[in-house]
């Protein structure tokens, strides 16, 4: 699932004639065609046109479908018209859940509490190497830096996630290629190939993600 961030009466970031909302939505709209017909991927975007979206909305959109990668789209800005490039946001790393407390005040705790804490624990590590296999791929082809923030939508949403700051429209360079089409699909076919290549990388049960199951089938027949 592609996630334009912003949409409707959040604008996002704007400098002079780019709007950030508007800048998103055409670079998912590419990435949403290349996959579907490059790579024969499902994708859905959060919002398929200008309008608003509430952060909570995006990501009971991606739990409903059920969604095995979540790329929310955003672009920079910043007071330093130096700054430029492109980020990959990941979440926090996951935490450690039984707590050394727990197991001290109660000498014998549950061993169904405990049991699913180690699931959940283990859940959320897979889902945070799979973001981080993912980005790192992302981070070579397109040369950017991968961090770590606590945006809502890779934060809340349960399955590997990152968030994509596409460049800067402080920058006088990045604000006219950001509008360009032909930047933009540049930009575009460049994400559909690390994603590609992230299936390909991740064809085995342990990173299990559907889209990928679904490609190397069809090279497989
Ligand atoms: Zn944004």
Redesign the pocket.
Known sequence: MIDP??GGADR??VYGSAQ??KI?LQIAQLLKNILEKNHQMEVSLTRENDRNLSLGERVRRAEKAETDLFISL???AALDTRARGLEFFIQEPWKQTISETVIKENEYPSKKVEVDEILNDLKSQNRFHTSLKVSRILANNLSGHIKQGPFYVISKTKMPSVLI?VGFLSHAKEYLQLQNPTYQKTLAEKMAESIKQFCMASSHKYAKVGACEMMVDKKIN
């Open positions: 961030g912003h996002g970031a950030e909302s998103v955003h672009a920079n700051e």
